[in-house]
């Protein structure tokens, strides 16, 4: 018996390398292309919202494709998910480099998230899966190296393949994942298929109200949000009534990972306002380029990749609740210097970036290992799905957000005494409003996990 579990923990080590590389990959095709938007808008003619669909189309499908992966890997081996997603990226990715027509773009993007979203659900569910919940946070802690790593390597690598090649290049980055495959297929093994079936109506319900949410968002559509809510009844009763349903409604009755969930969304959120807002405020208020930008968030993000794994270590032995509350401090208290320091050097945010950055990593561990502690075994494929999913969501709902808010221009008004340059007191304000909710959630974490609390 302890054979066979240092066997799989073995395997589960060597697994999780192999990951950490297809989830930089990964990362880095989520985050290439902002970069290069205003040069594939000017190359086809575009505006500024037809050219954003090279983004928000990837996120749409990304989002729906985790946890539909999530999903079938209760079916379906997942080495036989990995093989068929990775080579859907590269039939994406190949689409993409002989693009000649926009449209034949989106086609690339799509079909580069339907298999590019197999990766994140692989994310959640390997170190459910091969690893013990005592020993689960340093595997959580290791994959976070690779979403640190590739949101930081991104943007920087963009920028230098545009300038010196093409963007058309940056669909060979993502080819890379290919060399994962043969590792993948040797060491996961091949799980016995059920004879479960899966209700394609619920899929695709939850794919529609999913896409026209974030349609919604995005485009800011009132008919939209109005199409989403009616599927989204469509797809409560069919998950009510369906013999099999896509998810079951018992996975939300579970007191426990609901409150998990609620609480992982609105800090999620919250979390991803960092990279989303930092490189706006370098632009707006320091007048920095894009290069310049990249550098500037780059050690940050380097350094969460060195303390990810310490993260991990720290939930094991300390318990979720620990870590979850030196998140939340480096969280709120790097909005709160952030807030401070913006208008000055650029060098300021670059130091004290890294704890928002490195809190949001933590937060991001803390919150996935409590949610996979409240899912009975044969739910935890769907439950992580799910989680991924509403990860993606959150973005979605904190980019609009923000986005609205800096809509707005310069303000008058500054809550943070500190800052006397107009051109920064929308931000530091946003920063501060961040701050807030992340203590509060914090608060809600102790109400339903914290107390009574035994390492959990």
């Known amino acids: 018996m302890n054979t066979k579990a240092a066997t799989t923990n073995e395997t589960g080590l060597l697994l999780l390398r ?128 690779g979403t640190a790593l590739g949101a930081a390597l991104g943007p920087i690598i963009a920028g230098f393949v545009s300038s010196a090649l093409n963007w058309k290049f940056l669909f060979v980055i993502p080819l890379l994942s290919l060399i994962t495959l043969p590792l993948y297929r040797k060491y996961l093994d091949d799980e016995p298929v059920t004879n479960e079936k899966i209700d394609y109506i619920g899929g695709i319900l939850l794919a529609g109200t999913v896409a026209t949410f974030l349609l919604a968002l995005t485009q800011s559509n009132m008919w939209l949000l109005v199409t989403g809510l009616v599927i989204l009844v469509l797809f409560i009763i069919r998950i009510r009534y369906a013999a099999v349903p896509f998810v079951n409604p018992a996975i939300f009755r579970n007191k426990q990972y609901s409150i998990g969930m609620a609480i992982a969304f609105v800090l999620v959120a919250v979390g991803f306002g960092i990279p989303f807002l930092t490189p706006l405020m370098l632009s707006d208020v320091n007048g920095l380029s894009p290069a310049s930008i990249g550098l500037i968030m780059l050690p940050s993000a380097i350094i969460t990749a060195i303390l990810g794994r310490k993260g991990g270590k720290l939930a094991d032995e300390k318990g979720n609740p620990f870590l979850l509350y030196i998140a939340s401090t480096l969280l709120a208290g790097g909005f709160i210097i952030l807030s401070s320091v913006v208008g ?65 221009g310069t303000t008058a008004v500054h809550l943070n005494p500190f800052v006397h340059d107009k051109l920064a007191f929308v931000y530091s304000n946003i920063l501060l409003v961040l701050a807030l909710i992340v203590v509060v959630m914090a608060v809600l974490y102790f109400l339903q996990f914290g107390r009574n609390s035994n390492k959990k």
């Open 18 to 145: 192999v990951l950490v590389f297809t989830l930089i990959i990964s990362v880095m095709n989520g985050t290439m292309f902002n970069v290069v938007l205003p040069v594939i808008s000017k190359e086809f003619q575009l505006t500024a919202s037809q050219v954003t669909w090279i983004v928000s189309g990837y996120l749409i499908v990304y989002a729906i494709g985790t946890v539909t992966y999530g999903k079938l890997t209760d079916k379906f081996s997942i080495k036989s998910l990995i093989t068929f997603g990775l080579l859907l990226l590269t039939v994406g990715s190949l689409v993409g480099v002989a693009a000649t027509h926009y449209w034949m773009i989106i086609v690339a993007r799509i079909l580069q998230a339907a298999g590019a979203a197999v990766i994140p659900a692989l994310a959640m569910i390997i170190p459910v899966r091969f690893f013990s919940p005592e020993k689960r946070g340093r595997a959580l802690g290791t994959s976070a190296i």
């Open 344 to 408: 000055m050097s650029p060098t300021y945010i670059q130091i004290f970036l890294t704890l928002g950055v490195l809190g949001q990593s933590y937060m991001q561990i803390a919150m996935s290992n409590t949610i996979s502690r409240t899912l009975p075994k044969d739910e935890i494929g769907i439950g992580m799905g799910l989680l991924s999913m509403f990860n993606f969501i959150a973005a979605a709902v904190s980019t609009a957000a923000i986005g609205k808010l800096l809509d707005g």
